[in-house]
Nanobody
Framework: QVQLVESGGGLVQPGGSLRLSCVVS????????MGWYRQAPGKERELVAT???????KYADSVKGRFTVSRDYAKNTVYLQMNSLAPEDTAVYYC???????????????WGQGTLVTVSS
């Protein structure tokens, strides 16, 4: 069974920094992408950042230059370093992985439970 556990959310003041972590556990699958989405109150869920196992990253325009997604392959963990945080970054942040399995072959997504980031003075 695949599980994603996020951590690192909390309260931070504007201009501050926070690092989110997502640890993936399980077996018999290969990760294609790892990333972060967020959903603010009354807003649609949006992509924040993703990283491919083969390399390459993607960022929402609103976070470019401020957020950095990275992955520690040894620890099976994806991080989101968030700098220069602003109130509009307040949201529940969700870890997401895209994976595939063999025998049988499948493609699917797995989501974490979410971690709340609140940016306020």
């Amino acid at each position: 069974q695949v599980q994603l556990v996020e951590s690192g959310g909390g309260l931070v003041q504007p201009g501050g920094s926070l690092r989110l972590s997502c640890v993936v556990s399980g077996s018999d699958f290969s990760i294609v992408t790892m990333g972060w989405y967020r959903q603010a109150p009354g807003k649609e869920r949006e992509l924040v950042a993703t990283i491919r196992s083969i390399g390459g990253t993607k960022y929402a325009d609103s976070v470019k230059g401020r957020f950095t997604v990275s992955r520690d392959y040894a620890k099976n963990t994806v991080y989101l370093q968030m700098n220069s945080l602003a109130p509009e970054d307040t949201a529940v942040y969700y870890c997401n992985i895209g994976l595939f399995t063999r025998s049988p072959f499948t493609n699917r997504e797995v989501w974490g439970q979410g971690t709340l980031v609140t940016v306020s003075s």
